[in-house]
C-alpha cells in the first residue's frame, strides 16, 4: 500500500508536468508521443546515455509494420500474435478475436511502441480473466503502454533480446486541458494504473521509472530489472525452484 501511494502522489506530478508542457506548446506535437504518426520515432533514444542502458538491439520489425494499427495472427501452438500500434477501439478488436478463437488461444505474443492506454488496460484485465499467458519474442518491441497488456499474463516472458521500454503516460488528445483537469486527470489515471498493476501482481519499480522518463524517451528494463520487478514470471519461479533444491 506504501508504495502504491507514493507512486498516486509521483504520478500526479509527472502527468501535471507533462500537460503543462503540452499546453505551453499549443498545437506542436511532442515528437515520439504518437506510434500512428509517420514522424514519431518508433524506438525513443534511452533516458540518458547509457543510463539506462540503450535497447539490447534493434527491433526485428520495420518501423512503418510498427506503425500500423495492431492486428491478430493465430500462431501455432496457440500463441496469437498483437504486432502494431494500439490504436483507440485495439481492445475491442482484440476481445473479438479472443471471443472468435475461443480455447486455441493460450498466450498472447507482442510486438507493439504502444498506444491508447485505456485500450492496453482492457487488453490486459481480459487477457488475465482468460487466464492467458504473455510474451514478447527475440527482437520483439514491448514498449510505452504496451507493458501494461504484458502485465496481464498469468505467466509472463520475456525472450533473450526482448525489447521493454516504459516512459511517463499523458494525454495525447486534440483538446488542451487546463491545470485543473490536468491535475484530475492525472490523478483519475494514476489510480487505475496502479491499482491495475498491483492486482497483477507487478512490483512498485516499473510504474516509477516509468515516471521518471519523459515521453519522448525511455527507459529500457533489463532482465533483471523485469525478473526484480515481477514482470516476468519465468526467471522467478526458476530462481524459487533453485532454492527449494
Not at 98 to 123: C, F, H, K, T, W
Amino acid at each position: 500500500m506504501r508504495g502504491a501511494f507514493f507512486a498516486l502522489l509521483a504520478t500526479a506530478s509527472a502527468f501535471l508536468f507533462v500537460d503543462i508542457r503540452e499546453m505551453s506548446l499549443a498545437n506542436t506535437a511532442l515528437p515520439g508521443h504518437d506510434p500512428l504518426t509517420t514522424d514519431a520515432p518508433v524506438l525513443p533514444p534511452a533516458l540518458t546515455d547509457g543510463v539506462p542502458q540503450a535497447p539490447p538491439v534493434e527491433p526485428a520489425s520495420a518501423p512503418d509494420v510498427l506503425r500500423q494499427p495492431m492486428r491478430f495472427d493465430l500462431q501455432p501452438g496457440g500463441i496469437l500474435k498483437a504486432e502494431g500500434a494500439i490504436d483507440l477501439g485495439t481492445a475491442d478488436r482484440f476481445a473479438e478475436e479472443i471471443a472468435a478463437r475461443g480455447e486455441y488461444v493460450q498466450a498472447v505474443s507482442l510486438n507493439s511502441p504502444g498506444g491508447s492506454v485505456e485500450d492496453a488496460l482492457a487488453m490486459s484485465k481480459l487477457i488475465r480473466e482468460k487466464g492467458l499467458n504473455t510474451q514478447v519474442e527475440t527482437r520483439a518491441l514491448c514498449a510505452s503502454s504496451c507493458p501494461l497488456i504484458f502485465a496481464g499474463g498469468v505467466a509472463r516472458d520475456a525472450a533473450e533480446n526482448a525489447i521493454l521500454g516504459v516512459h511517463q503516460v499523458f494525454n495525447a488528445g486534440q483538446t488542451r486541458p487546463t491545470p485543473e483537469q490536468a491535475m484530475s486527470e492525472a490523478q483519475r489515471t494514476t489510480a487505475r494504473i496502479a491499482r491495475h498493476l498491483d492486482e497483477m501482481g507487478i512490483a512498485d519499480g516499473v510504474w516509477i521509472h516509468a515516471l521518471e522518463t519523459p515521453p519522448d524517451r525511455l527507459y529500457y528494463l533489463t532482465p533483471k530489472e523485469m525478473a526484480e520487478f515481477k514482470l516476468t514470471t519465468a526467471a522467478v519461479a526458476a530462481a524459487k525452484q533453485t532454492k527449494k533444491n
